[in-house]
């Protein structure tokens, strides 16, 4: 069979939205509140779902990898990035705090993520 008409197909968004959900709602341990992390899970969801989409198309012979979320995608820098500038953009005055559990990190290393953000946006 031709690596383009394999059989696999890309998994519903909506189990995206859900293994995304879990993973989210698993580590923020009720310290985030609810109405800003659904609004966070959903646009985690939709960028991941669309890359996947594009990559599904972009690249016929790894069909298979983008057929289900892998669950390292969420801890991709550009999805933190994403998160980070949500915060921003919202004005939320906890915005460190909840970056650090979301990212699972600590005060240095939170502060070198946004170093990196930093460099990268400006190079």
């Known amino acids: 069979m031709l690596f383009w008409k394999t059989k696999n197909r890309i998994e519903p968004k909506q189990e995206f939205y859900s293994k995304i959900k879990e993973y989210y709602i698993g580590i923020a341990e009720n310290q985030i509140p609810l109405e800003l992390l659904n609004e966070i899970i959903l646009k985690v969801t939709d960028r991941i779902y669309s890359d996947y989409k594009r990559f599904w198309k972009q690249y ?59 460099w990268y946006e400006t190079k």
């Open 60 to 118: 016929p012979k790894s069909r298979k990898r983008y057929s289900t979320l892998k669950m390292a995608d969420i801890e991709n820098p550009f999805i933190h990035f994403m998160i980070t500038d949500f915060f921003q953009e919202k004005n939320i005055a906890e915005s460190w705090n909840f970056s650090k559990i979301l990212f699972k990190k600590n005060e240095k290393e939170f502060n070198e993520h946004l170093e990196y953000k930093n």
